[in-house]
């Protein structure tokens, strides 16, 4: 296999390298910074579309994808605002037309920056408010907004009166920042809740449902619960969605996974709340089978990292990166049963990576350790690998993908399949080689 080669950077790294440069923390939750310089833009959070508003721990993105395919599938002018990119920064900030692009983005940056001058404010803190310029200045129907980092101090929670906020699954992640208990992070998601808003709530630990109805209920906000007002599940090759508006079958997630069920359900909860969308149910199906999510249990057929494998072999590549994820996936590697299963896995040095292999062990015949590539916070190749071996699976070492691959289809005897995973950062790395 030839050297893969990556296409040279947008001018707008530049910017953006520069914009990263403001505050000596990556991560420093407050409200404080993206609200001054709001306030110099003219408030443009304040002259937004209608503002869907997700949080949570695994599955708001996915979520957020099948809702977007709804809409756009009724004819409506979606925006949709997500993080982190894969492989271009352009992808966190979808306008009705697509990605924005090149020149409007380096535009934009340029604006946030003028008006921030040198202040602190993190990368995710001006990024997010040059995004709001962006949607201020379209016209749309609807604006899908996903925190970043929690919800409570997130930048994205400067939304006085969304229309619908949604809490996705909450699990242990974050918990440097968080709080490392389950209460503690469904308390900093359910920071999101406004009084009189609607809020949809999908499957959640008893103690994390506990906290957002408690919150929910001190501030007056409705909700629409997972398992209370609506539920979702496989049945006869189909979703089923039960709500106040009946029961309904639609087509299986065109997302894999037993997993999505739970995701598309999510957003058929939404779609069920937004009833001025006019969101039909053929509208709703075709939405739930054509939603797509980049490195997010996504088969690489395609490019030269899929190209290198045997006839019969698969390549599939997942961003999940805590334990509930790392269950998530071992559901997956349980169906996959037939043929042997091989892990790529890289992870950052924030997560924790025994907790995320361990439920994988008992199905990988073998693993390989790396380091995500151009990414200070990753583990090293050396330490992702002895958390596997900590984990109960045995690591070797690898430089980079590419060699982790060749080494499994030297020593394989039979077709096999291997997952690349660990990391959001590592998928997108990976998508950008392949």
């Not at 934009?108 to 921030?116: H, K, R, V």
């Not at 990024?127 to 201020?136: L, N, P």
């Not at 057929?301 to 999940?320: N, T």
């Not at 693993?367 to 690591?395: M, R, W, Y």
Request: proline share 7%; glycine share 8%.
């Amino acid at each position: 296999m030839s050297p893969v080669k990556t296409p040279p950077p947008p001018k707008s790294d530049a910017v953006l390298a520069r914009l990263n440069r403001l505050h000596p923390k990556i991560i420093d939750l407050s409200l404080g910074r993206i609200e001054r310089l709001l306030a110099r833009l003219d408030r443009p959070e304040r002259r937004l579309p209608p503002v869907v508003h997700m949080a949570g721990t695994n599955g708001k993105g996915s979520s957020i994808a099948f809702l977007h395919a709804m809409l756009r599938a009724a004819g409506k002018r979606a925006q949709v605002y997500t993080s982190p990119h894969l492989v271009r920064f352009h992808e966190r900030i979808r306008l009705t037309g697509g990605l924005i692009d090149e020149d409007a983005l380096i535009a934009l940056l340029e604006t946030c920056e003028d008006a921030n001058g040198p202040e602190p404010i993190t990368f995710f803190e001006i990024t997010t408010a040059a995004a709001f310029v962006a949607f201020a200045r379209e016209d749309a129907d609807i604006l899908l907004l996903e925190t970043g980092l929690g919800g409570r101090l997130d930048a994205t929670n400067v939304i006085a009166r969304p229309r619908l906020t949604a809490i996705a699954p909450v699990s242990i992640d974050h918990v440097q920042y968080l709080g490392d208990t389950i209460e503690a992070i469904a308390a900093e998601k359910a920071g999101i809740l406004k009084p009189g808003v609607p809020a949809v709530v999908g499957p959640q630990p008893v103690l994390a449902r506990a906290v957002i109805e408690t919150r929910a209920r001190d501030i007056g906000a409705p909700l629409f619960r997972f398992g209370e007002e609506w539920h979702a599940r496989a049945t006869g090759g189909a979703l089923r969605f039960e709500s106040a508006e009946g029961v309904r079958d639609y087509p299986l997630p065109g997302l894999p996974g037993a997993f999505q069920i739970e995701n598309a359900g999510l957003a058929l909860a939404c779609a069920a709340q937004l009833a001025e969308y006019g969101l039909s149910h053929e509208a709703r199906a075709e939405g739930i089978a054509g939603a797509r999510w980049p490195g997010r249990l996504q088969r690489l057929q395609d490019g030269p990292l899929a190209a290198a494998l045997p006839q019969d072999w698969e390549l599939w590549l997942d961003g999940g990166h805590n334990a509930a994820a790392g269950a998530a996936l071992a559901d997956i590697a349980a169906s996959w049963a037939g043929r042997p299963l091989h892990l790529i896995y890289g992870m950052l040095n924030t997560k924790a990576a025994r907790d995320f292999i361990r439920p994988l062990a008992p199905f990988a015949q073998s693993l390989h350790a790396i380091a995500i590539p151009g990414v200070e916070a990753s583990l090293t190749a050396k330490d992702a690998a002895a958390a596997a071996e900590s984990a109960g699976i045995h690591a070797k070492i690898s430089p980079n993908a590419e060699t982790a691959i060749r080494g499994i289809v030297s020593q394989a005897t039979q077709p096999a399949r291997i997952l690349i995973c660990g990391s959001l950062y590592l998928a997108g790395a990976v998508l950008a080689q392949n």
